[in-house]
């Protein structure tokens, strides 16, 4: 929060694209999503105004553009010819709502992204008051609890998606996740494209990898995670939940952008163990740099809702995003959404998409920290040396990366490392 | 479905922009939403392939494109030079995952939106087997339903939605509610915006407006709908639900995108009153060609999950959208998604947003249906002749329209139709 914001109003800011005089164009957002209309109506006094319009906070110019980015906007009479974009920021009393996540939705989103003087209007970032933390539980586990759960410290938590997505049975399944406790891995996950199916029922499958999980943390004293995908209708998610813990499991996977807001909140109430939230679904919102919600905002909802990890892509990732932007994800995910003493919400972020040694160095320096489970397929199942020594090298990658020592150099002394180096580059 | 789609699988189909060559763009499509992934990986057997991968069921491109509509997209090796854009439709078999709204939602959408090959992917439209009516109820009331819970037949439904959107205490919201009915109004809704904050709480709001409804169904014998919004966590929405029910309601709206499809569910599994699914937010899903999902997928969804209504905007309505997309919207709503004997799952389009007597030719015309509930503010508060005049005009301009006589010779015999076409333009 600001220093100018009170902490019983919501704060959202958005980037705008408007043909009118941006203090107009603010001024519409602010009605449509509180007192107002197209027209003025009799009941809205000035004192109703008062007490319930948004308000508009900031605005700032972010300069013209020649061409309107999405179609269908409009232009107002008497148009100077000029088409602008700024950060604006709205404010909303919170007793308009109330600390719920659903309607702050329909407030701070609503038909905003419809409106005909935008050519353009994304939800940047969103300040909510404490006093969501009455309604809402935030994350259980979070960093610090994930860590305990895993007992590991001091290095990010390595991980890795069973492959092939869908289409092994449980035992297949199982046998993957043993070869793979067995070379040192701490994180596995379902993909999320893997659910109940008849080839392979969540229960069967669940029994399956936990029993060779609990087998390998009775012999070696090391509790693997494993994230199974419980998503699906509300029923059968609470018994996959139970399921996993009368089993022993540490993690349960939840397609956030399938489930909604609700589930979730009930999911969190429900769960003992740590609530892997999966952005699938999330470019739908986020690939527009003109429509749709930053992740900065999205991961927030899910932060309150009591998710304790989610995903932020990779460096040099397969798909489309830019590290600028995998980075702004991950901090924003380590960053408190609460002052003390409340609740800050932190959650971990998940590295995924084409992750190898060679990312460690980049990613630890941008980040700052090594809290982050960073997930490799190729970078661990690829390895020359086998998958033990795929582990091995991604911990000999963020051992360099703490200690500032060159990939290269540290490689010199860890065989691991190097053949990693051979294979994907430096 | 077509004639070439089998019965027991899930086809979905994209608009893609790509610079890859288009077989090569769905194969990778197809591949991350089903057995794939950037590498062929051990276990990703040719058995496994052919039981489980999905399939590239038609592929018709749609003409080149000069440059990317989105950023973050790459080309491939040998580039011709060429970007390109086609209509892709791909298909899974239903045990990939089970007739699971949720599951469903990561297998059509997940990453796709994200991948690197794509400066453009849209998901255009869902063809559901049957066996989803296992798992799901479908609308319980409808067209046929909505029109028995308000008797009203052969003309749309007409209505308004309360305003201010909030700020007016329980009784003046009453106060306003007892105005349209005795105008002969059918239809009343909440805001999206209004919830159930500290001056205007819930259960006094809807007490207070079903009290004037029941009272002038008592003297009348016409018993008005009221769209009370019940949005929130699950818990609050089935109490409300239940105080609608309890208070002889017969609605209860909700904004589809703040909860989700599995509290949808379980709503639609208690509900006995009609569920009016509000699409706010909708915008940022569909505001960009290039992005998102169209409303003939997304409607789908939620027709499965149990609505009864929801809105498609009205023709030349203040928002960004085209009259074509409008009437797109609401012909799919009332087109059955699943044959005989199976339920169809139809559901009432809503059309809103600067409505008024004029649009009722060209809506009906283009819809050739009074199957519609049609919301007007402006078009009834603001008549000259009162909120009485109001009603008439637009039932008037829809006997008009069904008859086929223009407007303007309808209105030399109705006075009310005549001074609504002096105020809104004919």
Redesign the interface.
């Known amino acids: 929060m600001n220093d100018h914001q009170v902490p019983n109003r919501i704060y959202a800011t958005y980037w705008i694209e408007s043909a009118y005089p941006l203090a107009d164009a603010a001024a519409i957002m602010a009605g449509e999503?509180?007192?107002?209309?197209?027209?003025r109506?009799?009941?809205?006094t000035d004192e109703?105004?008062k007490?319930?319009a948004a308000r508009v906070e900031a605005l700032e110019e972010q300069g013209p553009v020649t061409s309107p980015s999405?179609?269908?906007?409009?232009t107002p009479k008497n148009w100077d010819g000029k088409r602008r974009t700024a950060h604006v920021t709205l404010s909303w009393p919170l007793?308009?709502?109330?600390p719920?996540?659903?309607?702050l939705?329909?407030?701070v989103?609503?038909?905003?992204?419809?409106?005909?003087p935008?050519s353009g209007l994304k939800l940047l970032d969103l300040t909510l008051p404490p006093e969501f933390l009455t309604?809402y539980q935030g994350p259980q586990f979070g960093v610090a609890g994930t860590r305990t759960l895993t007992s590991v410290y001091g290095r990010p938590i390595i991980g890795t998606i069973i492959?092939?997505?869908?289409?092994?049975t449980p035992e297949?399944t199982a046998q993957?996740v043993k070869t793979l406790a067995e070379a040192g891995i701490d994180f596995v996950k379902d993909d999320?494209?893997q659910?109940?199916?008849?080839?392979c029922p969540f229960n069967a499958r669940v029994s399956a990898v936990l029993d060779v999980l609990n087998t390998h943390a009775a012999r070696t004293g090391k509790r693997v995670m494993y994230a199974a995908n419980i998503?699906?209708?509300?029923d059968?998610?609470l018994e996959r939940l139970a399921h996993i813990e009368a089993n022993g499991g540490t993690c349960a996977m939840v397609?956030m952008?399938?489930?909604?807001?609700?589930?979730m909140?009930?999911i969190r109430r429900h769960a003992h163990v740590a609530i892997h939230g999966h952005r699938?679904?999330?470019?739908?919102?986020?690939?527009?740099?003109?429509?749709?919600?930053s992740f900065i905002a999205f991961q927030k909802l899910w932060r309150v809702a009591g998710i304790d990890h989610t995903h932020v892509?990779g460096l040099r990732n397969?798909?489309?995003?830019?590290d600028e932007s995998v980075i702004d994800s991950a901090r924003t995910c380590l960053t408190p959404m609460f002052s003390a003493p409340n609740k800050g919400c932190e959650v971990m972020p998940v590295f995924s998409s084409?992750q190898s040694a060679r990312q460690a160095p980049d990613t630890y320096h941008a980040l700052g920290t090594t809290d982050l489970i960073y997930a490799c397929?190729?970078g661990i199942?690829?390895h020359p040396q086998g998958v033990a020594a795929g582990v091995q090298s991604l911990q000999q990658a963020w051992e360099a990366a703490v200690q500032s020592i060159p990939l290269t150099a540290y490689a010199e002394t860890h065989t691991e490392l190097k053949a990693a180096l051979e294979l994907f580059g430096a």
Chains 1, 2 share one sequence.
């Not at 719920?100 to 309607?103: A, E, G, I, R, V």
């Not at 492959?163 to 092994?168: F, T, V």
């Not at 659910?195 to 080839?199: A, C, T």
């Not at 952008?257 to 589930?263: D, V």
């Open positions: 999503q509180s007192t107002g209309t197209f027209l109506v009799p009941g809205e109703l105004r007490k319930f999405l179609p269908g906007s409009g007793y308009n709502i109330g719920s996540l659903p309607n939705l329909a407030t989103a609503g038909n905003l992204s419809e409106l005909k935008f309604q492959k092939p997505s869908i289409g092994q297949a993957q999320e494209l659910s109940d199916g008849p080839h998503t699906g209708d509300l059968q998610m397609s952008n399938s489930i909604g807001l609700p589930a909140k009930i699938n679904g999330w470019g739908m919102m986020s690939r527009s740099p003109a429509i749709g919600m892509n397969k798909f489309c995003e830019s084409g397929g190729g199942m690829g």
